[in-house]
């Protein structure tokens, strides 16, 4: 698993924009699959057991192993539209 630095930036600026202390961690969760694909959840999380920890960008993010087999090989990107604005795991190799 990889991270843009832009995406780092952004988890560091919604950090910083909270009123109260959050954890540590990003976490990345993949929430459901199905024939469209997969979608994850994102948030900031405590490390749980079982939990991988990876430093990536200076972001401390934790994944389960379920959810790292379906998105370990993946990039997690944050883009911005006139329709939205998120994070998401993107597959392509850059």
């Known amino acids: ?22 954890p540590a961690y990003f976490r990345v969760l993949l929430e459901r699959q199905d024939c469209q694909g997969a979608q994850c959840a994102f948030s900031f999380d405590e490390k749980k057991e079982g939990d991988v920890e990876l430093l990536m960008e200076g972001v401390k993010v934790v994944v389960d ?29 850059h």
Do not use: D, Y
């Not at 379906?70 to 190799?93: A, D, K, M, R, Y």
């Open 65 to 93: 192993p379920f959810t790292l087999q379906w998105v370990g090989q993946g990039t997690i990107e944050f883009e911005s539209n006139p329709t939205q604005s998120g994070f998401l795991i993107s597959s392509h190799v």
């Open 1 to 22: 698993m990889k991270i843009t630095v832009h995406a780092a930036q952004k988890i560091e600026e919604f950090r910083a924009a909270l009123a109260e202390p959050c």
